[in-house]
């Protein structure tokens, strides 16, 4: 039986949520009601218009089945503007006989929560939701504001859906993944959403990127770059001590603070030293906490040591490598010449030009460092060290997420219909391309090319919440997500993406692939109350021993006691107790 592991206070307080958000003006002012009773409306005046003849044509039931779906919006959908769910329902009709009336309900992504949380408590939520995360399905299904069903029903109203899943997605390539897959489905053994399932979850996003220009300057070629922990604290010191930049100054430093998370990853771990929270890792069937583990001991020594000498930034202690107001990927430091090697971004915000299309300019984190340090400035992606035991990496993600998964309706329970037909929809846009097109891209010609490569360029003309007005996307909740469950969908936003392939191809070689992912996949129950104060007390001691006023040695017993005392314990014991129930 698949966990149901969510805290009677995390439960309470979403309850609290949802009674005191009855009356928000808020929620009254986002709610798309006149516009959506507007377009029922006008489609009844549609119909009422239609010749004798014509209906005599239709099936026997005339009546559409009403769907309401508040998926991901970037922006409130024009009923006289959208082009797209009137071209949609008539195709579902056409070629996979699904009457169906579709009703697109925006609502903030900003105060997405909240504001569904009211219309659940207000019974006024849409029959399709965001599930927002697994929590939050749990919470949802605790309260029984939401339904739940038998995966044969499942099976039956999407069965080409459960294929492609089963056969480990488009290529296969996610077989693994498929248990994963079914335990975020189900609670209890029913099934409470509909996870997405792709490989880009689990990809690789950071890589380490070093200054080409200081690499020249120590005659250190790519074929050099630093493959063990030992090499890359070396280079490090190089970069601190060479004056790579060539100005005469003692002002260089080895490495930025995500570049000290290279160490960690050469231990087996991902650390959320300084400010985040670390991933939990497996060990012989018990799942421990990084934290307080020997490896992270040995890390905090070498960086104390690089500390002591003058090797690393004394801003690290603020774990921030952009400037305000900035995009988040671009590490001020390594575009300015502070330090040699950063992994704040991923390969594609360092992008070389040309690899997109002829007119590519590079990825963004690339375009700010040649316009700092000129249009021939080079900068080189590095293999992460290994560490004692061969260990390398940074963190990655699931091929399975719930985030922008839908949940459905506690109402839908009385209505078989209607869920049923809901399945039947995400079958029918699994099994037909031209309607996932039309949904996804919209009219070819007017709202995309085809670039005839299996890959599509959306028209400059619109915004995401342009797209949006029209239509575009709003039916993203009932095809699965941001793409459907078909080879046509993965093809074209990942396995031919050339951004994509170029990482890919990147990934292939020895040491640049991520693997290290937390083996506690939910919000522990006392995550909310214990997890920042364990955090800011973990993140204080280990600066101060690395900046001399603690003794690493000495003092690393006391540390972890207290560690496990303000909570640290607890929330391994939560861990554990998920792990064997999982």
Sequence with gaps: MKKKFISLLLASAMVTTLLAGCGSKEAETQAPAADTTAKTEEKAEEKAEEPAEEKAEEPANTEPVHISVAGYFFGPVDNEKDVITPAVEARLLEEHGINVDIELVYIEQANYAELINTRLAGDTAPDVFLAQSETTVETYYDQGVIASWDLEFFKENAPDVWNFIE???????????VDMWVDYATIDGEMVTVPSFKPDGSMPYKQLVYRGDWLEALGVSADDLPKTVEEYVDLAYRFAKEDPDGNGANDTYGMSATGLKALFGAYGMYSGFVGGTSYWQEKDGQIVNPDVSDEAKEVVKIIADMYKDGVIDPEFVTGKEAISGAYWAISNGLVNGLYGVSALASIDHYRERGVVSAEDAGGPCAQEYWAVNGEDATFAYGPWPTGPNGEYGYSVG????????????????????????????????????????????????????????????????????????????????????????????????????????????????????????????????????????????????????????????????????????????????????WYANK
């Design 167 to 177: 056969g480990g997605a488009a290529y296969g390539d996610l077989i693994e993944d």
């Design 398 to 577: 699931y091929s399975v997420a719930v985030g922008e998964s839908a949940v459905y309706n506690a109402n839908l329970m009385d209505d078989e219909e209607k869920l049923a037909t809901i399945f039947q929809i995400m079958n029918a846009f699994a099994t037909d391309d031209e309607l996932y097109m039309l949904a996804a891209y919209g009219i070819e010609g007017e709202h995309y090319t085809d670039n005839g490569d299996g890959t599509y360029t959306r028209s400059a003309d619109f915004d995401n919440a342009g797209f949006n007005e029209i239509g575009l996307w709003g039916c993203r909740s009932l095809y699965g997500g941001d793409r459907t469950f078909s080879q046509t969908a993965y093809d074209a936003v990942f396995y031919k993406d050339k951004s994509i392939a170029n990482r890919l191809s990147w990934f292939e070689k020895p040491q640049y692939d991520s693997y290290i992912q937390d083996a506690v996949s939910v919000t522990l129950p006392s995550a909310g109350d214990l997890q920042s104060e364990i955090n800011t007390y973990r993140d204080e001691t280990w600066i101060k021993m690395i900046t001399g006023e603690l003794d690493v040695e000495a003092d690393w017993d006391a540390y972890v006691e207290k560690y496990l005392s303000l909570g640290g314990q607890t929330l391994t014991d939560e861990a554990n107790e």
